[in-house]
């Protein structure tokens, strides 16, 4: 079968390929239940907060957290002593972090002393400095705090058969509810260390590496290390009787240990999505560049919420689906490596993240390939506006709805890749995560157009403003004929669902078939009504319209015109003539034509030779020069001499 179309860099990674036993009986996980069950990690929480944005001050940027908690499972309290060394990027004697009004401040330590403090109404720490400090002077603060979180989701406390669990969750906006931090997303600290304080009969889960635990008086004491920069939002921990079991990924020289915390009743339930995430580190890793944090590890962490959140270096996912394993592992390059700068761009995380998913489907399995992506474009076509760029960042259901940020903003990928072909776009996000302006830190959208459009060399001023800024999507009406000497002629129009966007302008797939052959066409349509000749191929018998879903659009139709029926078929239009005309010749038997204008008086005033390909012609006549009259036109080809009459 013949395709004019990228040829798929994974048809060579068949080496990295898993074999499909065990997985063709297993329902398809379809695309909006990871965002659906990632909702039940954060939908409550809105109801907890007065204030979603930052209010901490833009006035210093914190570099290092150690982070000193004490907690028991079965019971919903904290009790933490927060240190932040920082280096101030203004001239000032106070600085404020965000920390939620419900957790009481029992002293702030700045040099040794106790300094003055205060909550704000809108969850702000507002600390006296005693001093002024000026621009680029690095210093420390420690913040001593304890309470009850407020909400029921940022901090959790439940049962698992009937033993205690304690989890965090923080995005978007929940890391002010249970400790002092800087939450909006412009300042990752460079580094964290966390050391955790739990009674021994539990083991603890976070972020980075398990550098030593010790007992004492009944209590356990782990320290956790991450030496890379991290969101607030992205800083995490969970308690319970865990179990554990590990399994490597290989990335470059590295064996990196990727671990599974889990309950002891489902000790062996997340050995499938275990492998499946030890797997994908090493092809995500040959796609994207190495995992970013592979000086460490990767782990996973069961909690009781179905969905699953990116928590850095270790994901907390609900159930064992590989696709949300996948989605999750995907987040540490984007999310993690690179975090979007604004919740406006919060698609550069979950739109990539949910594009992992379709990798997955594409490797493990092809056969649903077409199935993943039509669900995708049933939902985001179920509705005909809603722009990806999110227009309320502090309506926590807009930032995460499912058919605009996850759906809508995973098929700009697909198209990106579509527009790129397989070697390009691969290039061109390693890049985007490489950018020395954006790794390990964040990014906007515009920041990723600039490397697309560095590595690429075409613009994607357009395709940004009507697939990211605008709303909708477009319908494709395709009309077709076919001619004697088998030239295919296609007619495409558009219309679009939205205002906002009067034309989607994208190259469009189209495959003929007929006679036991198929080939793959790439029209590149750029107005409405456009017109493309294809051929001469086989006889037609049927054109289906992007036959491997490359373009977000719904509605389409293919419509087969009547063809001409008479060979050399000359029609000349409009008659009266104005300025120019065109002579249409359908059909066309041979390959060369001569075009003649003669007066009533046996006069000749235009004379032309063409070639012809064997496709309909329109030939374009200077007529300006011509007086009021009546004129013959005599159009000769071989084995056909045609003549009209023509008015000007």
């Known amino acids: 079968m013949k395709k004019i179309i990228p040829t798929l860099l994974f048809m060579s990674l068949a080496a990295l390929a898993f074999s499909q036993a065990g997985l063709e009986g297993k329902a398809l996980f379809k695309p909006a239940e990871v965002a659906r069950s990632e909702k039940n990690a954060w939908q409550q929480y809105q109801h907890a907060a007065a204030s979603n944005e930052s209010v901490a001050s833009a006035n210093f940027n914190v570099h290092y957290y150690r982070c000193e908690w004490a907690v028991d499972p079965g019971v919903r309290f904290i009790s933490g002593k927060v240190t932040a060394h920082f280096s101030i990027t203004s001239a000032t004697n106070s600085i404020s972090f965000d920390m939620h009004s419900a957790l009481k401040v029992d002293s702030v330590i700045f040099r040794g002393a106790n300094t003055v ?77 966390i050391v955790l304080t739990y009674p021994e009969i539990y083991h603890s889960s976070s972020n980075g590496l398990l550098v030593s635990k010790w007992n004492s008086n009944g209590r356990s004491t782990a320290y956790w290390k991450h030496r890379y920069p991290i969101a607030s939002y992205l800083v995490a921990f969970a308690i319970t009787n865990y179990v554990t079991y590990t399994e490597t990924a290989r990335i470059g020289n590295i064996l990196l240990p990727v671990v599974m915390y889990a309950y002891p009743s489902h000790a062996d339930y997340f050995r499938e999505s275990t492998r499946i995430a030890s797997r994908f580190l090493e092809i995500f890793s040959s796609l994207f560049g190495p995992y970013p944090f592979s000086r ?143 790794s390990y830190g964040s990014a906007r959208t515009a920041d990723l157009k600039k490397n697309l459009e560095q590595v690429s060399g075409q613009d994607f001023t357009l395709f940004f403003k009507n697939w990211y800024e605008g709303e909708g999507y477009p319908s494709y009406r395709v009309e077709w004929t076919q001619n004697n000497n088998k030239w295919v002629n296609i007619r495409l129009n558009q219309t679009t669902s939205h205002r906002s966007v009067p034309f989607f302008e994208m190259p469009v797939p189209v495959q003929l078939k007929g ?84 007066n009533t008086e046996g006069q000749l005033l235009y004379s032309k030779a063409f070639e012809l390909n064997g496709r309909n012609e329109m030939i374009s006549v200077p007529s300006s020069y011509l007086a009021k009259g009546l004129y013959l036109l005599r159009v000769q080809g071989e084995g056909f001499d045609a003549v009209k009459k023509m008015v000007r």
């Open 117 to 193: 403090f205060q909550h704000s109404s809108d969850h702000g720490l507002i600390i006296s400095l005693q001093q002024a400090l000026a621009v680029n002077q690095k210093d420390s603060i420690t913040i001593c705090y304890q309470g009850v979180p407020p909400g029921n989701n940022s901090f959790s406390t439940s049962l698992q058969s009937g033993i205690p669990v304690m989890w965090t969750l923080s995005e978007p906006y929940g890391a002010k509810d249970w400790w002092p931090c800087r939450n909006g997303l412009d300042d990752k600290a460079d580094s964290i260390d």
């Open 296 to 438: 460490e590890s990767y782990s996973q962490t069961q909690f009781n919420l179905g969905g699953g959140i990116e928590h850095q270096t270790n994901s907390f996912i609900g159930n064992n689906q590989n696709q949300l394993a996948v989605h999750e592992l995907g987040h540490q390059w984007f999310g993690d490596q690179v975090t979007c700068e604004s919740w406006e761009d919060i698609w550069l995380n979950e739109g990539f993240a949910s594009y992992m998913q379709f990798l997955y489907v594409e490797n493990i399995e092809p056969l649903r390939k077409w199935e993943h992506l039509n669900d995708n474009l049933k939902l985001i076509t179920s509705e005909p506006g809603g722009s990806v760029k999110v227009n309320d960042t502090t309506n926590v259901n807009r930032i995460f709805d499912f058919r605009l940020t996850y759906a809508k903003g995973s098929f700009i990928v697909h198209m990106i890749r579509w527009k790129l072909g397989d070697s390009l776009f691969f290039k061109a996000i390693r890049q985007y995560l490489n950018d020395p302006l954006l």
């Open 515 to 598: 006679a036991g052959r198929d080939t793959t066409i790439i029209l590149k349509h750029s107005r409405i009504g456009e017109e493309f000749w294809i051929g001469p191929v086989f006889q037609v018998d049927s054109i289906i319209f992007d036959p491997e879903l490359w373009l977000l659009s719904g509605n389409n139709t293919v419509t087969k015109t009547l063809s001409e029926i008479n060979s050399n078929n000359i029609t000349i239009y409009p008659n009266p003539v104005g300025d120019h005309f065109v002579v249409s010749v359908a059909n066309p038997t041979g390959k060369k034509l001569v075009v003649q204008l003669w």
